[in-house]
């Protein structure tokens, strides 16, 4: 069972993440997905859009693998080389996640990913039942 918590009681406004996320099951750990399709070819180069798509692709993709998909997220981490990309990581985010109960969330800006061509990577903490 997994419950969320949106906004605890004196917390901060949140903005598509929740404070704080319980759950009791199978942990499925995602590593860090980047924007590079099933060839290992660099999808949409210098287009924030199109990668942050594939890389939550790949995301389902790898949840698939353990059991699991998007709707047992209870924990993303993001990686931007720019936080200027945030409102479309956002918006494509909400395409794959629901606003309703949306995942703990962790956002980070960095210097660089391993491939000076990658703009977002994303990693993934789920839990499904047993």
Known sequence: MTEHHLRP???SPATGYSHAVSAA???VVVSGQV?????GDLVGP???EAQTRQVFANIQTALAAGGASLADVIK???FLTDLA???TVRRVRDE?????TPPASTLVQVVGLVNPGFRVEIEALA???D
């Open 127 to 129: 839990v499904v039942d």
């Open 76 to 78: 993303l981490g993001y």
């Open 25 to 27: 099951g199978r942990l």
């Open 96 to 100: 794959f996640i629901s606003a309703e």
């Open 35 to 39: 924007p590079l399709d099933a060839q």
């Open 46 to 48: 210098g287009d924030a």
């Open 9 to 11: 009681e004196g917390s």
């Open 85 to 87: 990309d945030l409102p």
